[in-house]
């Protein structure tokens, strides 16, 4: 173990058995640790790189002892290639300007988060939440993140993104925007968007999450190609045909 690894310690923790809200009948388990301190995203970035997500300051990955079925994903960018598909996208969201901000909630966020709860995820958790608890997710963040708000030619919210920034690449820790533009396909020109901005960074990867292969809801991000997957210990490559992985 080297000095900076020694530095880096840290002290995890095991959640109790929760209902999976992936896959019904079954139970999740985390691996929870806090990002706190001057190295928090030093621990993010090494934390990210092992398949962990973070929510608030928090760093979680799976841990459920009869599944293994959410698989840590990311884009390698310099490789990524547009398909005509997300080229339309693209060309569709052409009068849309975006601005990279602090992470600060604001009451028009809110209102375009609750619009999209109500009409994408109503029966959700996500759903029950009151502008206190927006901020929260917001603002209560140790380590460096950003907001990307997309906006009309009115000047009005239409999309937005909560983005941690790595040393290897940028974190879509959460999107939403208004259900109403769905011919847009404004969840994919996000993450198109955050390609590019990696691009123009030099940054090698877009970490999108979790993939679930039993999970309808995350089948779109298997057509983000060259993907990676986080599996047995080493980033390996994804096809959008790759295997479910659930025990």
């Known amino acids: ?49 092992a398949g962990f997500r973070r929510s ?58 609750s619009t999209y709860q109500d009409a994408r995820h109503g029966n959700g958790d996500m759903a029950r939440m009151d502008a206190r608890d927006y901020r929260a997710m917001i603002e209560d963040s140790t380590i460096d993140t950003s907001i990307y708000e997309y906006r009309r030619a009115d000047n009005s919210l239409i999309a937005v993104a909560l983005v941690d920034n790595l040393a290897d690449g940028l974190s879509a820790v959460y999107s939403f925007f208004d259900p109403a533009e769905h011919k847009r396909g404004l969840g994919t020109y996000i993450i198109l968007d955050l390609i590019e901005e990696a691009q123009l960074l030099d940054l090698p990867h877009i ?32 096809s959008d045909t790759g295997p479910d992985t659930c025990a």
């Not at 999740?28 to 990002?35: D, I, M, Q, S, Y």
């Not at 292969?213 to 993907?227: A, E, I, N, T, W």
Request: glycine share 4%; net charge positive.
């Open 56 to 113: 608030h300051s928090i760093a979680y990955l799976p841990a459920c002892s009869d599944c293994n079925a959410c698989v840590p994903v990311r884009v390698r960018c310099p490789d990524f290639e547009y398909s005509r598909s997300f080229r339309r996208i693209q060309n569709k969201n052409s009068d849309l300007t975006r601005s990279i901000l602090p992470p600060t909630a604001t009451q028009e966020q809110y209102q375009l988060f």
């Open 1 to 49: 173990m080297t000095v900076n690894q020694r530095r880096l310690t840290q002290h995890y923790f095991m959640t109790a058995p929760m209902p999976c809200p992936y896959l019904p009948g079954r139970f999740e388990r985390k691996l929870v640790t806090e990002l706190r301190g001057p190295e928090a995203n030093n621990i993010h970035d090494l934390l990210s790189r």
């Open 207 to 238: 970490y999108l999450g979790y993939w679930i292969g039993d999970c309808r809801k995350m089948s779109y991000k298997m057509r983000f190609q060259p993907l990676e997957g986080f599996r047995d210990g080493q980033w390996v490559s994804m």
